[in-house]
Nanobody
């Protein structure tokens, strides 16, 4: 059974940095696209960054130049490095991955979410 586990969230001051991790575990045959989304209180979930398995990474305009999405395919892990954080970055951050498991169809998986709070 495939699952995604996020870590690295927390409280940080404006201008600070955090690094989120998203580890995929279970009977994974192949990891395709990975992405990070976020949802602030009272708002819809929005795309932060996405990386296809063989293409270039896309970022929301609000995080371009500050956030970097990377992946380690050998570890089935994706990362989101967040620099120059702003209070408006406060949200629950969710990892999303397109995974084909052994004996199971290719589909989207979501992590449980990790809280990021930017406040002084």
């Amino acid at each position: 059974q495939v699952q995604l586990v996020e870590s690295g969230g927390g409280l940080v001051q404006p201008g600070g940095s955090l690094r989120l991790s998203c580890a995929a575990s279970g009977n994974i045959f192949s990891l395709y696209a990975v992405g990070w989304y976020r949802q602030a209180p009272g708002k819809q979930r929005e795309l932060v960054a996405t990386m296809p398995s063989g293409g270039s990474t896309s970022y929301a305009d609000s995080v371009k130049g500050r956030f970097t999405l990377s992946r380690d395919n050998a570890k089935n892990t994706a990362y989101l490095q967040m620099n120059s954080l702003k209070p408006e970055d406060t949200a629950v951050y969710y990892c999303n991955a397109d995974i084909k498991g052994w004996g199971s169809p290719r589909r989207d998986y979501w992590g449980q979410g990790t809280q990021v709070t930017v406040s002084s």
